[in-house]
């Protein structure tokens, strides 16, 4: 079974630009989260959606969004990029997203804000 | 959610035990405890899970204490590759606030020695 896709790998932005990163999860599961990593804040969660829903949300502001397709896929944007910005994004798909089941991470789109 | 308290490192020779302390106090009976570990340059990978009785599995052993307040994440044999950044992090199984998502503290960075 393929893994956890997510393109681009990596990205260089200037500040004020948008970015759309994406995600592909492992076939049949449904939840898609997405993190951001960084070395002063380490794992920070973002957002998970479950069939087309995004159902959690951690303390991100607005800039960032995301929303996912009806074949399970997600996208995350982020707009008018920050220098803060900088960071590796990470996206993690399981099946239902209950916290009994796994979480699988994809390699991650490093994201470098000049 | 309940916090973790993990050691910030560990070192451990190739090829011996290596065991992992968690502590987790405020845990309640609902909390799932999983481990997550994240090798250089990559995204965090599952490593095991268990509510109230040790587990085992291909890839390592769960021990939590009788009173939950603990657990221990046991590596019986370390090669290089376990080198990496562990994570111990509880799931509450009745709260929406852990759909999709897992809060991920410092963890433990554990270095292996050939």
């Known amino acids: 079974k393929a893994g956890v896709t997510q393109t681009p790998r990596y990205l260089i932005k200037t500040r004020g630009q948008q970015v759309t990163l994406s995600c592909s999860p492992i076939?049949?599961?449904?939840?898609v989260s997405w993190y951001q990593q960084t070395p002063g804040q380490g794992l920070q969660f973002l957002f998970e959606y479950f069939s087309e829903t995004q159902r959690n949300k951690g303390n991100f502001p607005g800039r960032f969004s995301g929303r996912q397709f009806s074949n399970s896929r997600s996208e995350m944007n982020v707009s008018t990029l920050e220098l803060g910005d900088s960071a590796l994004y990470l996206c993690a798909s399981s099946l239902t997203g209950t916290s009994g089941d796994t979480q699988y991470f994809g390699p991650g789109t490093r994201l470098t804000v000049l | 959610d309940a916090k973790t308290t993990q050691p910030n490192s560990m070192e451990s020779n190739e090829e011996e035990p290596v065991h992992l302390p968690c502590n987790h106090s405020?845990?309640?009976?609902?909390?799932?405890i999983h481990w997550y570990r994240q090798l250089p340059s990559q995204g965090p990978e599952y490593v095991i899970h268990g509510l109230t009785s040790n587990v085992n599995n291909r890839m390592a052993s769960l021990a939590i204490a009788e009173d939950r307040k603990s657990s221990t994440l046991i590596l019986h044999r370390a090669t290089l590759r376990d080198a990496a950044v562990y994570y111990c992090?509880?799931?509450?199984?009745?709260?929406?606030?852990?759909?999709?998502?897992?809060?991920f503290g410092r963890g433990t960075q554990l270095t292996v020695w050939p």
């Open positions: 405020t845990i309640s009976g609902t909390d799932y």
């Open positions: 076939s049949g599961h449904r939840s």
């Open positions: 992090i509880l799931r509450d199984m009745e709260s929406r606030s852990t759909l999709g998502r897992l809060y």
